[in-house]
């Protein structure tokens, strides 16, 4: 695999932006390869792997006293490397890998009732390391491996609980890439296909179902002056005031930079690194003003502990 990242050393990060909390530790066991989603004021972690077993618990995060708390254990088959996204106030989960099968099941959690209902089967073929966003009350499914690299895109409508083909990823084909929601778009980036990591970079519009090519994470699209991270697989994001955070991943090692996104420009900003434990497959979510990061994996050691980000803050060594 190509593309090689060279992590900021301490004096680089001095004057960089974002300060880290570590809050209360992840209730459940120490996993990667699991799911999150935000519904209100809440965070919802569940499904992966331990490192001997797939998971299926679920807990709920409440940032207000920092405490977690079990909830309705997913009803499908345990897993590692589903996907989730939200919409009209309901969180839905599926896809994945069981440790034999690939999956294509998907179920829609109710924070109300904490409760879980089957919906329809993904579609598309039972797959594992997709991407998957939210968009205008609508959740999208694509790409991922099924044994092969995979590029297609998908939407599911929870008003009429039906699944539409979309236009297929305007780059390439790639597993375990990144995606975000910002603005009313929604952007796609990294992964690995056929043992590189993408660097192409990507923007749907939902409203025209189309693709525009951004700058890639290379230097092919870029002045010398601009600041890029490198294409990964396996990252977190999340959104956070009219921005977007790339977070953590691989590029054959373990990566700790953030970086911040402002799509008036396409512009990439470095951030402080993640203060903990440099990790893959990690999850992460955004309630109020910050960002979180919790589990994940470096080799054969899985995290349980969770950080709390402020982007705004200039850490203090």
């Not at 839905?92 to 998907?106: A, I, M, Q, R, S």
């Not at 959690?109 to 939210?134: K, M, N, V």
């Not at 294409?231 to 590029?251: D, E, M, P, Q």
Request: aromatic share 16%; charged share 25%.
């Amino acid at each position: 695999m190509i593309s090689a990242f060279t992590s900021c050393d301490s004096d680089e990060d001095e004057d960089l932006l974002g300060a880290y909390t570590k809050e209360s530790d992840f209730a459940g066991v120490a996993r990667s390869g699991a799911v999150s989603f935000v519904i209100g004021e809440k965070a919802y972690v569940g499904t992966g792997y331990d490192g001997k077993n797939r998971l299926k618990d679920f807990w709920e995060y409440d940032a207000s006293k920092s405490s977690w708390t079990k909830k309705a254990e997913f009803p499908g088959t345990a897993r590692s490397a589903a996907v989730s996204f939200t919409a009209n106030g309901k969180g839905y989960v599926g896809t994945g890998y069981d440790g034999l099968n690939y999956l294509k099941d998907f179920w829609e959690y109710d924070p109300e009732a904490d409760t879980w209902t089957q919906i329809a089967d993904f579609p598309g073929s039972a797959r594992y390391g997709s991407i998957a966003l939210s968009l205008e009350e609508k959740g999208y499914v694509g790409a991922g491996y099924d044994g092969n690299y995979l590029k297609d895109f998908w939407q599911y409508d929870p008003a009429t609980a039906t699944w539409t083909e979309k236009v297929g990823l305007g780059g390439s084909k790639r597993l375990n890439g990144f995606a975000f929601t910002l603005n009313g778009k929604g952007y796609v980036g990294g992964g690995v296909n056929n043992g590189l990591y993408e660097s192409d970079f990507l923007q749907y519009d939902p409203a025209t179902d189309t693709w525009t090519r951004l700058k890639a994470l290379n230097e092919d699209d870029r002045e010398d002056e601009d600041a890029y991270p490198s294409s990964r697989a396996l990252a977190v994001t999340f959104t956070l005031n009219g921005k977007a955070y790339l977070c953590t991943g691989t590029n054959g090692s373990a990566l700790t930079e953030v970086w911040e996104y402002n799509d008036l420009g396409d512009l990439w900003t470095q951030k402080y690194s993640f203060e903990g434990s440099a990790r893959e497959a990690a999850v992460g979510f955004a309630i109020g003003n910050y960002g979180y990061i919790t589990t994940g994996n470096s080799g054969s050691y899985r995290y349980d502990d969770l950080w709390k980000f402020d982007p705004t803050l200039l850490t203090e060594d």
